[in-house]
């Protein structure tokens, strides 16, 4: 199974951009994706998931400004995030957790994606 990411830049505070992850390969079902991120010298953080059946939680810090989506259909996430503060600045991660087509339950992680917010 891959992750690939995209939707990363440059953008200035109080901007918008629009992350998306694929999920591909061997997969029999996706339970949960999600987005995480990682600033330098933090550990990454959980940013926001979602299920298959449309649950989500949201980190505190992003409530009312990013919007998580599912497209169980294609396999896909999506975050719409808005209102951008230089603090969101950091890679972003997609992880999902999948059951392959041997009916085993992993987490898989896309390649991060670099989300710069200038001041």
């Known amino acids: 199974v891959q992750l690939q990411a995209s939707g990363g830049g440059l953008v200035q505070a109080g901007g918008s951009l629009r992350l998306s992850c694929a999920a591909s390969?061997?997969?029999?079902?996706?339970?949960?994706m999600g987005w995480y991120r990682q600033a330098p010298g933090k550990q990454r953080e959980l940013v926001s998931s979602?299920?298959?059946?449309?649950?989500?939680n949201d980190a505190d810090s992003v409530k009312g400004r990013f919007t998580i989506s599912i497209d169980n259909a294609k396999n896909a996430v999506y975050l719409q995030m808005n209102s951008l503060k230089p603090e969101d600045a950091a890679v972003y991660y997609c992880?999902?957790?999948?059951?392959?087509?041997?009916?085993?339950?992993?987490?898989?992680w896309g390649q991060g994606t670099l989300v710069t917010v200038s001041s």
């Open positions: 979602i299920t298959s059946e449309g649950v989500t």
């Open positions: 992880k999902a957790d999948a059951i392959n087509i041997w009916g085993i339950m992993l987490v898989y």
């Open positions: 390969g061997s997969i029999r079902r996706i339970n949960v």
